[in-house]
């Protein structure tokens, strides 16, 4: 996979519809600018839509996140744009950081698509890791979120948004839109593209009522993800968050991948010159192996 996009991206990266009442499948991709994976897939998907044109019910519109950050290739320019969509944030009139400012462009043109054009809205935000990751979803149980969330084939991790606020499923949730953030695999790896296209094909499937049948890249882009790079379905709830202050001096041992089992008094990082170790028999989820980030790492447990 690419690891940068070779030009500028627009804010609407795609929009498709053949016409039919039906529910709204809003997708996001670059909320973190070094996560561009999702956004070469909504280009692919929406290339495949406009060529084929097959018949679905409602729309799908695909929307870049960090603009400037993907722009630029990096993670975010003054903070973490999936934090800074909490309650006090919303209510401000005059955003003070760029990413303030671009959670308000998304706003407005989530505005454009009100629930009484639609039957119901759906959201899918994309997003790849840092360490090396089996593709999952992570779901807010609130709403019927974790009821969509298990028609799709992965892991699934409950209870991210209840220990980060200021996320973006968090507030498209409080708005009332049913959906889930998938985590596609590593930043680069060659499968976080095709695996963020198989799940954008699914929730097509699922929400809009495609036959993908009809897609000239189905199954294989489908298939693939389902069947060979995602893992069978089992669910996850985070017992743990490990995280950083600014200016704290961090750093994971090398190694861990997404949902490696750990073992009580295992050593798992250095912090500020002091040793971490694990005091759970469980497994590590999100271990930080960038620079920029407040989260060292996550503990979950299988329910």
């Known amino acids: 996979m690419k690891e940068k996009l070779e030009e500028n991206v627009d804010r609407i990266i795609g929009e498709y519809s053949s016409g039919k009442p039906g529910p709204l499948l809003f997708v996001t991709a670059g909320i973190h600018g070094n996560e561009p994976s999702g956004v070469f897939a909504l280009k692919e998907v929406f290339k495949q839509l406009d060529k084929t044109k097959p018949e679905i019910e409602g729309k799908i519109v695909g929307v870049s996140g960090n603009q400037k950050a993907l ?20 209510q401000i009139n005059d955003p003070q950081t760029h990413e303030q400012k671009e959670m308000f462009e998304i706003i407005k043109v989530l505005n454009n698509y009100s629930e009484k054009d639609h039957t119901k809205r759906y959201f899918l935000d994309c997003h790849t890791t840092s360490s090396a990751s089996l593709p999952y979803v992570s779901v807010q149980e609130v709403n019927d979120n974790d009821e969509w969330a298990h028609n799709f084939p992965t892991y699934i991790i409950r209870g991210f948004s209840d220990i980060i606020t200021g996320d973006i499923d968090h507030y498209l949730s409080r708005t009332g839109m049913t959906g889930f953030v998938f985590e596609a695999g590593q930043h680069t790896d060659d499968t976080s593209e095709e695996n963020h296209e198989g799940v954008i094909w699914l929730a097509l499937r699922e929400a809009n009522k495609l036959d993908l ?7 294989e882009c489908v298939e693939r993800f389902s069947k060979k790079n995602a893992p069978d379905q089992k669910t996850f709830e985070i017992i743990h968050r490990h995280g950083l202050e600014d200016g704290d001096t961090f750093k994971m041992k090398e190694g861990y991948e997404n949902f490696q089992k750990i073992e009580k008094g295992e050593l798992l990082a250095e912090q500020n010159g002091e040793k971490v170790y694990s005091e759970w028999d469980a497994y590590i989820f999100m271990p930080l192996y960038q620079s920029q980030g407040n989260d060292g790492f996550f503990v979950v447990q299988d329910v």
């Open 71 to 90: 722009n630029e290739n990096k993670r975010y320019i003054d903070e973490d744009l999936n934090r800074t969509w909490t309650e006090e944030n919303i």
């Open 213 to 219: 049948s009809e897609i000239s890249t189905y199954p």
